[in-house]
């Protein structure tokens, strides 16, 4: 038996190092080509940066384009995180409170869920024509785009999630005068701290990465690009600048760290309020 559970956790360590490789050797790969020139990147990827070429990033840097898609993405992401934030919480609330109580809310959680299993392929170019006809063809619309798009999963995750919640908090809460409105900001929102963060770290890497979306509807100049269409223009029909995109890469992954570990963060304590409070 202890024979066994050695070979059992020895097979778990060989996994779980093959499994650091895959994490580590992308990120290994992003940074040493940041810091070589298009000379060294194109003799090997795989070799160290010597000597560390570090012009990619003042190019990319002192660029006035680089900072105006760094302030589009930075301001389309916000807009997503922010609608995710106050609207799908309440929409569900109200969605998984009345489930069980009403057709309608049923089907509207139903039709919801449809959406997800649209492809993004299929909806492409009504959005677009949508867009266009309102004028909405610029980050800000762009923003609300992504925020109607990342209703149908949003609305499941914290329905599935508002589904654990004991409504006897809630009834508790009535008892004591509280209103529905209360109720929700002051016992069933502070509980949705777990999954609230997982949204978020979900629709804000999304936003931060996304290409397609962009490329589709900002063609208006150079003024609202984001930071892919920023970074997409290094690349040429028969090269691309290694140096200058890898760079581009790196100086905008710092923002969106921070931003994931401090989200990790919240799903921790969320979990602890949560515990603590039922």
Known sequence: MVEGRKQHNGLTYVILFFGILLIIFPLY???VTALKSNVQSSQSFFTLPIPIYLDGFKEVLSNERYWRAFFNTIYITAIVLAGNIIIMPA????????????????????????????????????????????????????GILCI??????????????MGAIPV????????????????????????????????????????WNDFMLPLITLNRGWKDWTLTLFQYNFQTEYTINYSLTFSTFV???????IFYCFMQKAIVGGLTAGAVKS
């Open 168 to 207: 006897d908090m809630e009834e508790a809460a009535w008892i004591d005068g509280a209103s529905t409105m209360k109720t929700y900001t002051s016992v069933v929102f502070p509980l949705l701290k777990p999954m609230l963060a997982t949204v978020l770290i979900k629709q804000g890497l999304w936003m």
């Open 29 to 31: 790969i992003t940074i």
């Open 91 to 142: 929409m569900s609330y109200a969605v998984a409170r009345k489930i069980p109580v009403s057709k309608a809310y049923k089907l509207v959680y139903y039709f919801l869920l449809l959406g997800i299993f649209i492809p993004f392929q299929v909806k492409m170019m009504p959005l677009v024509k949508l867009l266009s006809s309102l004028n909405m063809m610029n980050p800000t619309g762009l």
């Open 251 to 257: 100086a905008s992954m710092l923002p969106l760290l």
């Open 148 to 161: 109607s798009s990342s209703t149908c999963e949003s609305v499941f995750l914290f329905v599935g999630y």
